[in-house]
């Protein structure tokens, strides 16, 4: 590999949080992959929209690839913010694809390379820069054997590298104590909390893993605005 190849790799890209970039040293590193987790109703989907419209204000195509929402969903509910998230998908500088509904049609369960390789062959089609794919963990529900979803799932990320595109992964938190495949792949991993104190929903975002970048993994509240999530440097308590 050249220095120059080297030295591109800390190059940053904007997440579109406001926030977020100052805690992971200035933004994600493009081409990597990236893990977005968090009970229901933290604001996964708002996450990897926002970053998906933080990159079409850049000329980088975005990708969302959904397992449950339908497009018509997705867009009404993004409507509440100041995206501008109709003229996007009409200019297709955000393109939304509908796996759920291929994978719901076919008659029999994939396998998990099989899977991934329907998701590269759909990314390399669109030349999309940024995807988010909402979401990760109800793959298992599409597989037929959940026990090689390790390997698989390596060389996903490898190929997802090679092609320099800068993935997030959404995915719904479980349990803060058990940590899936896709924890310790990603090469950072982006935690939303929310919780009730005095009666009051308490929102907040933590950087649980962010490889080879310094970060902040206090803590920070985070607040829904009508220009999306914002993440703010103070505790969320």
């Known amino acids: 590999m050249y220095v120059g190849e080297l030295l591109k790799g800390l ?3 904007p997440t579109g949080i406001p ?3 100052g805690m992971v040293g200035g933004g994600f590193l493009p081409g990597r992959v990236y893990l977005v987790t968090g009970p229901p109703g933290s604001g996964k989907t708002t996450f990897g929209i926002q970053f998906l419209v933080e990159g079409a204000k850049n000329d980088e195509k975005g990708l969302f690839i959904s397992l449950f929402e339908p497009q018509e969903v997705i867009i009404q509910d993004m409507l509440r913010y100041n995206f501008g998230i109709l003229d996007h998908f009409q200019s297709k500088r955000i393109v939304f694809y509908d796996l759920g509904e291929i994978l719901l049609s076919a008659n029999r369960e994939l396998t998990w390379e099989e899977l991934f390789k329907l998701l590269i062959e759909i990314i390399k089609r669109e030349k999309a820069k940024r995807v988010v794919i909402d979401s990760f ?17 390596g060389r996903f990320v490898r190929l997802l590298r090679s092609l320099e ?9 479980l349990s803060s104590e058990k940590y899936t495949d896709e924890y310790y792949l990603a090469d950072g991993v982006i935690v939303l909390h929310h919780f009730m104190r005095n009666y009051q929903m308490i929102r907040a975002l933590q950087v649980l893993k962010m490889r080879g970048v310094p970060h902040d993994s206090n803590l920070k509240r985070l607040r829904f605005t009508t220009d999306g999530i914002r993440v703010y440097q103070e505790a969320p308590l």
């Open 19 to 21: 926030g977020l970039d």
């Open 11 to 13: 190059d940053r890209i």
């Open 165 to 173: 595109v800068t993935t997030i992964l959404l995915s719904e938190m």
């Open 137 to 153: 963990s109800l793959f298992e529900s599409f597989v037929s054997d959940p026990a090689g979803k390790k390997k698989a799932l």
